[in-house]
Structure formats: C-alpha cells, structure tokens
C-alpha cells in the first residue's frame, strides 16, 4: 500500500479486533507490532500489520516498515480515509525461511462517504533481518 495519504489518528481501543481481519484484539495482534514490541514473523503478517497501521493513523510505523532504498521521506495519511477491511487474495513466498514474498491484496475503505477498494501485490524483502515493504508490483 503505496497510496499517500495526512495525519495521524490515534489508535482505538485496544480490545477492539484488529482492522487486519484476523479476529484477535488489536492489542494482541498488530499492536505490539506497531509499537515495535516484535516482528511481522511473514510477508503476509506484514501486509497485515500495515493495513492495520493505515486503518489506526500510525504513519511511522508505516515508514519503519518500508525498505530504505522505496521509503519515501515523509508520509503523510488522509483523515478523510477510513480503511476498513483487508482481504488477502493470494500469497507467493515471504515464509518464515524465505527473504522475499508477494501478497495479493484487496483493500476496502470509505473516502468522501464513498466506498472504495485499493487491489495490489506488494512485495516483501528482509532487510536486516526483518520483512519490510519494497514496492507494488504493476498490474
């Protein structure tokens, strides 16, 4: 998830579920991620949490979750986007053995009142040990 977008929302209640779809709370999913209590152990559990901090407003996250040779300097999210549901269409690679991996995802959100959707495959690298975004791959 390229898209840039301003701001910061503070994160919800914790015992919320966690915007990745996954059904477990926020504060035992993608939140001690967000706050770098841990890793994303997948190129999937990555997306994931990245979905996630959208969905919350935690841009650095989102900037320390990015390969440094594509991370863009500054992020700045849309308030006016409210992400909402993630799907993951399909997943190649990015295992807990594997240093590369492609996950196809569908992303819902509302802008404007308006129901939208961002499909992507986003490739995963580790860098320094760590999965982290690199780039979308072109449709």
């Not at 993608?30 to 209590?37: A, T």
Request: proline share 6%.
């Amino acid at each position: 998830m390229a898209k840039r977008a301003t701001g910061r929302r503070a994160a919800e209640d914790p015992n919320r579920p966690c915007p990745c779809g996954t059904g477990l709370p926020y504060a035992d999913c993608c939140g001690p991620v967000h706050r770098g209590e841990g890793t994303a152990g997948t190129a999937e559990a990555l997306m994931r949490s990245r979905f996630s901090a959208f969905a919350v407003g935690d841009a650095d996250y989102l900037l320390r979750s990015w390969h440094s040779s594509t991370r863009p300097a500054r992020l700045r999210l849309d308030p006016g986007e409210q992400w909402t549901r993630l799907e993951i269409v399909d997943t190649e690679r990015g295992g807990l053995f594997d240093s590369t991996g492609t996950v196809e995802f569908r992303a819902h959100y509302r802008a404007a009142g308006r129901p939208g959707t961002l499909d992507e495959r986003s490739r995963f690298v580790r860098e320094d040990g760590r999965w982290v975004y690199l780039d979308a791959l072109p449709d």
